[in-house]
């Protein structure tokens, strides 16, 4: 259906700043007379809302054009997204675009790109005004490459979307569209999970009328394809296309009709990635995992996002002793002390903490041997405590506090057991973790730090009773295994009691590896015995 034959139903009030459907002639607020919607083609130099200066377009979509724009009253840079003319007077195609300014406004996490406001202008055209991510596309960045990006950045990327996901489908939003067009990746190599033009809650596919494009073939599940349920499953079969596309630059199924790419969704096995990569050494588990994303029957795909960037995870670790030398045995015996800088990029927190030196003394058959470095993370131990906010009602005790974190964190411990943890509890309010990092200190952080996140969320959409997250994250040095640490004791009681105002505590070591998170400084404590004196920071695990 083109746009002339759209039915002009979006009538608008200037008094008010509201919007109407139907052939009323006035607004039954104000008495002022309603109209038509006015379809806006933009070019740069115009100033829209009396605020934002177009600048650039960077993309036209089914329905909305995106620009970057300068906002005059923020003073920054944005991603500037306007309803297509010639939809600017349907109101089924305005309701559509407000309510993936909706489902964005529900997720918050830093792979995903962020909205600050939306809604109509003075003149009654609607628009998202988001966070201007710049960068490319992986599109972008496949075609650069020649075709196909190396396994190790593939799997890099994978971790970002699927980091944006798990969070996505926590807060009920089934994203849809994954696809190599909606991820950016910024110069600092961070993605951003873009474009909730079709997002969705869990449920029914939602039908559109003519106008709306519900998917791109190439990058559709079959259930989409058959218009039934959907859920965070079907995220994972598209991000199974996006994988195939990154690692091979071309997606499982190509055709240039549509109908047969849908019905190739449906019934067929795309070619596995050795067949597509011969010549190159796939990590183990890593073509069983893609083809468990690509499942036809959505019960055979891993059960959550969370699920899947686990085992993402665990054929990284495989990955780096394979293809990443040299190991740490390696640089004990060259002092090639570089390898540590590669291995994990300083980050902000790192460039105001100078690296501390790699140290050697002579061992007694005359070979080097490499002293531990100082700060490094093999195992972190985490308390988690559910605290009742109090405010006036029901106390809670806490044996009801412990059925409602068995309830509501079940998901969250499995996931944690299922990456090699050992979890005790809930024990009254209070769970214990204790995590092997094997060698990952970064993606091990911001794993457990992600997950204590998800937790805080889930209980805080709990009417009753009114719960917070407090947490104590500890490290302990490499070179012991994690079954000869002692079982989990709430020995962090005391972390959970230093510093106001934010929800996790940790120390120094892990707060290396904490990522892009604000840290703050709390103070020190002094460990039994009269030790020196541990550091503390915080950070919050309130969505960022």
Known sequence: MEG?????????????????????????HDGSRLELVQPFVGQAGDVVDGRYTLQVCLGIGGMGTVWRAYDAESHREVALKVLNARYASHAGSARRFLGEARMMRRVKHPSVVQMHRFGPTRDGLLLIDMEYVAGETVRDRVVRAGGGLGVEEGMRVLDGVLAALVTCHSSSVVHCDIKPENVMLREDGQCKLVDFGIAQAPGAVEQGDDVVVLGTPAFMSPEQVRGVHVDGRTDLYLLGCLAYELWTGEPPFTALDPIVLCQAQMLEEPPGLAARLPGVALPAGLETWLKSLLAKDPNLRPRSARAARDDLRLIRR????????????????T??????????PPSALMLATPALPVAFVPSTDRAPARRPTPGAVGTLRCLVEARQVFNGGTVYGPKAIEEILGHVAG????????????????????IEILLDTDGDERGAISHLLDCLAELNARLERI?????????????APPGVPLRALPQPSHDLLGLLSIGPGSHVRVDEHVARWAGRRPIVRLGAVREAGGAELTTLYATSLLAS
């Open 411 to 430: 998901g969250f411990l499995q996931d944690m057991k299922d990456a090699g943890a050992h979890v005790a509890g809930p024990d009254g309010a209070l």
């Open 463 to 475: 009417p009753e009773p009114e719960l917070e997250v407090r947490a104590a994250v500890r490290s």
């Open 335 to 344: 002092g090639d002390a570089s390898f540590v800088a590669k291995r994990h």
């Open 4 to 28: 002339h034959d759209l039915k002009q139903d979006l009538l608008f009030c200037r008094g008010c700043g509201r919007h109407y459907r139907g052939g009323r002639r006035q607004c039954p």
């Open 318 to 333: 495989g990955e780096r002793k394979v293809l990443r030398p040299p190991s740490r045995d390696r640089l004990a015996r």
